[in-house]
């Protein structure tokens, strides 16, 4: 059996590369909250210190074998997940698992970490957690409606469902799949605001309002498992719509200026708006974003 | 030994040896039971591969029992879900009584389910369907008083799909003069037009009753619930199926290739789309664990249905996959939720909470067939669903795939519903006393969930008696290989490498986990978790489960309101109202039916010349 | 039940500086106020005296929380449930007493429902004198805190461990409806 060593590395190097990105990024998101606030906020690794401040924690509470077993699932399908997608196009080293894989098997690939640690959750027996749950699985409903049918109208228009075609497609600038299929961008985009989880949609976990929700009795070295699949992940669903939407990269430098980019469009529009009840929310992912994308289907079938 | 009356007349014979022995030796009534279904389950296996086939004649009608690769899918599935239900009811039933009545009708329903896959001509076809129909009847209404009104209404709904069969079965003997199957699908295009769809449309809903298609699935959900446990896994695992396989017959035998093909398609892919969305819906707000199983059901054979519709070589191969899986994780969840009743006595999730620590192997067994329901991988669910959503794109279904997928989605809210309400969530004391469930209970939950990972991991088990399947039923081909699908277009996913990665890293993480600060980590009981400071008391109640999805309660708002229940209860009380009126003529009174028989003999005397053309 | 072992002597020294950095500069204040001192926690965790600027940000659950801020004075209904949220924390943990009742009863010296000296209940890494202090002196007294930290000395969560009896003495003494379960940890 011939392993190439070079794929081999590259599997080791992507997750350790994603969760460098995605915590600076978490840091970075809070300086920009805070410069929007007029004030000077933490530095941009300030996440590091806290992923090392909840792994260096002494003792950690459990409530059963399910909750020790949550963190693990999450991280299992963020790392799975961030396989699956090419991260550098043409690149042996970084093309991971993804000529063994598609997009449909990838949206449930994302959803095993969801809902392996909404079983870790449940077993903590906090009502709180349970409702946060509760609401977090109805806005899911919600969002993966527009999510679908834009990936859906992608997908019948260039007749694949392998993101490595769909690298292939959008080989200048004028191909990017944002110039040739707007509609399905925006409806893409719409989507992408529910799944980041940012205002006005995060009523999963209202801080205030259901004491942080779902992670309300996960601390120490659970904790810092979570944030560091949930930085990975962030990682991940960053490079899947750029490889989709805006032509993938070529080498790091571009991904992250193409990432950080499209990740602004969540974090500015959740700086400055309020929160969203669960049936808003909802109604409003079942109303513009799905007539959107229903258009999308309609001029490519036309 | 090795043939197909010997297969049906072991099963009901050991129906009946069982009726008469049940008081003498409880322990041999079990033992005959499970040792038949074992040696039918031999002799089909055995039976594969091979074309035996009887003939007799009875009458002036032949009967024809052969072997077709069709049934042979279906036969296996049936024994084997049978062995492991029977198994389970040895020790599920144990205290109860009337045993001889349960174990008689259990026999005869798969000995009837053998019949019907296995019968090569419309009489057998339709007798077996009968016999099936009543012996579940009789199983529905075991339990007790109020189970006699929802076995009514199941079996008027039956009656009402039987009557359509033997409608369209006298209708295609008027027209090709034979009742064996062969000749009806070389020589059914000679039929006229009109016969042909009304055929077509009265076989559909026959078969469509048994399989709970949108709008004659009302019968289902209570039928479900009031059945016990061991029964209603092969209820909903295995009797839906005998719908599906008609509907197959029907589609691909004797509607291909009409002209009006493609819209008998279109309709019954929305039906399957709208049955499957519906039933999700209704899922989520059922607060019983096993109505909300069985709207789960209905919900699934949407799919199957929808895949079957549309008929190319991909969604074929998904719809007959689909079939074996939820054969499979139906009765196992089934299963895991009659071993709850079993120890704690009731299934209503608002009053038990917190089993996971009391029973971990019903546990996981629900576990896994929650992830093989939502179709998430590396469980089996995952290859059925993906072909499904493959094979929708590719045909040019668009907004049936969003339809599905909505429907899909929706179901990880029940799906979590009935995990998180009975297992999961705060220990009460009610259940300081419960013990996990027998062993002869856990055993084959623990096999079929075993299964579920290994035909996901290697769907191509299944999928070569699938394949040969699919020959049969039209020369349908689609390519496969034992861990990898594939599509239309060329794309693929390797279960191995997916199977790989995630092991490799589930395993990586635990062991990272587990041991990091291994001596400082400590378990909690889930009454001390954070309520500001307070220390709960011991009657406080921390559960949440009433109303569990409000806002998506809210969310939906009227789309809910209009039930189709309602609407068949509606109708059946203005027959009703309308037989009252019925009643000045019809009056129950005997002299009054004395006056009209001598009223009409009267009237055949005096017009006997007009009528007759002779004089009396 | 298990006592877990959180004194971790035998530590390699790089491995200590590195943790101990990291705790002093991401500091998680429980968002609970006990008493009116609570009014100069907004001040100083927005805009204008911004502590996130060194790495202090709210937390909902004790759970997940370092620092817990006995803000003023505490009387003995709020004593109890505070011991609770103590000992639901992860250590290493940390607490701060606010303002002027926590050191000597402040304003309410001669009352008969509060407390004097909150050293006697619970292990005290800092105190705040005023009444209130200003978001300034909210500041200085996290940076205090960070200093001890530095130095490997805030070890609340042992000197808690070691001498339970005492502490448990004291607080029996004064909170009269003892119906709290055993030490869990």
Known sequence: ??????????????????????????????????????????????????????????TSIHHGWMQHLGPVFAITASITSLYFIPVLRDSVLFSNLSFSGDLIFLIYMMVFGSLGMAMGIGQTGNPNSAIGVSRGLSMMVGYEIPFVLALVSIMIQFHTTSLNDLLAVQSKFTDWIIFQSPIAFITGILAFL???????????????????????????????????????????????????????????????????????????TGIVNPRFRTEQAIRFFWKWPTALGIIAILIVVW | MISIPALLTLTFAAGVLVFIIHHTIPILRDVIAITAVAISGYIIWQLSGTTSSVQFSVGTFSFNWGVTQYSQLFALLVAVLSFFALLYSSAFMAKRDRLGYFYMNFLFAIGAMYGIVYSQDLISLFFFWEIMTWSSFMLTIYCCEEAQSVGLKYFVFSAIGAYSILTAIVLIYAGLDSFQLTDVFANFNS??????????????IGFGVKSAMMPLHVWAPDAYEKSPSPFTAIFSGALSKMGIFGIGLVLFKLAAGQGFYPYVQEILAWIGGLTALFATFYAVFQTDAKKLLAYSSIGQLGYIITGLAIGTPLSISAA??????????????????????YRTGTTNMNEISGLIRKMPYTFITVLFGIIT?????????????????????????????????????????????????????????????????????????IILSISTLVFGVFPGLLLKPISSVMKYLGDFQHP???????????????????????????????????????????YVTTKDIHTSGEIPTENENLTYAVDFYKPFERALGSVLKPSVDKFFTYFGNLLEESFEHLRYIYTGNGQTYAMYVMVFLLILFMFSELIFNVAL | MVTPNINEKDKLRIREIVENFARKHSLWVLAYGT??????????????????????????????????????????????????????????????????????????????????????????DVYINGCMPRPEAVIQGFIKLQNIIAEGKGNGAEKYQENLEWYRENQKKIIHNWQMPDYNW
Request: hydrophobic letters at 50%.
């Open chain 1, 194 to 268: 529910g799944m980041m989880g940012y205002k006005p949609f995060d009523v999963p976990i209202a801080p205030a309002e259901l004491a942080s929700g779902p992670v309300s009795e996960f601390g120490g070295k659970y904790l810092a498992l979570m944030q560091t699949s949930r930085s990975i992940f962030t990682f991940a669903k960053l490079v899947l719509f750029t490889d989709i939407f805006l032509g993938g990269a070529g080498d790091f430098g571009t991904l992250v200026v193409k990432t950080f980019l499209l990740y602004m469009i969540p974090v500015l």
């Open chain 3, 35 to 124: 008493g009116c001192g609570a009014i100069e926690i907004p001040p100083t965790m927005t805009s204008r005296y911004d502590a996130e600027r060194f790495g202090i940000r709210g937390s909902a659950t004790p759970r997940q929380a370092d620092v817990l801020l006995i803000t003023g004075y505490l009387s003995t209904k709020t004593l109890k449930r505070v011991i609770r949220t103590y000992e639901q924390m992860q250590a290493p943990k940390y607490v701060i007493g606010f303002g002027s009742c926590t050191i000597n009863g402040g304003m309410y010296w001669d009352s008969y429902n509060t407390i004097n000296a909150l050293d006697r209940y619970l292990p005290v």
């Open chain 2, 480 to 522: 496969w290989e034992t861990s990898v699908l594939f599509n239309n277009w060329g794309n693929l996913v390797d279960m191995n490498t997916v199977i790989t990665s995630i092991g490799v890293i589930f395993l990586l993480a635990l062991i990272f986990i587990t041991i990091k600060g291994y001596k400082a980590t400590r």
């Open chain 1, 1 to 58: 059996m011939d392993i190439n060593w070079l794929k081999v590395l590259g599997l080791i190097i992507t997750p350790i590369i994603a969760f460098f990105v995605g915590v600076t990024y978490g840091g970075l998101v809070r300086n920009i909250t805070a410069r929007i606030q007029n004030r000077f906020g933490p530095p941009v690794y300030q996440n590091f210190w806290d992923i090392i401040k909840l792994y260096s924690k002494k």
């Open chain 2, 191 to 204: 039929l006229s037009l009109g016969i042909k769809i009304t055929v077509i449309v009265l076989l559909i």
């Open chain 2, 373 to 445: 329901v939502s179709g998430v991988p590396p469980l089996a669910g995952f290859a059925g669903k993906w072909m499904l959503y493959e094979s929708l794109i590719q045909s040019n279904h668009y907004f049936l795939v969003v339809i599905i997928f909505f429907a899909s989605t929706a179901a990880f809210l029940y799906l979590y519903r009935i995990i998180f309400s009975l297992f999961l969530g705060q220990e009460e004391k009610e259940i300081e006393n419960i013990k996990e469930a027998p062993l002869r209970m856990v055993v084959p939950m």
């Open chain 2, 320 to 341: 007959l996959f689909l079939t074996i899986m939820h054969g499979i994780f139906k009765s196992m969840l089934f299963l895991a939720v009659g071993s709850v009743y």
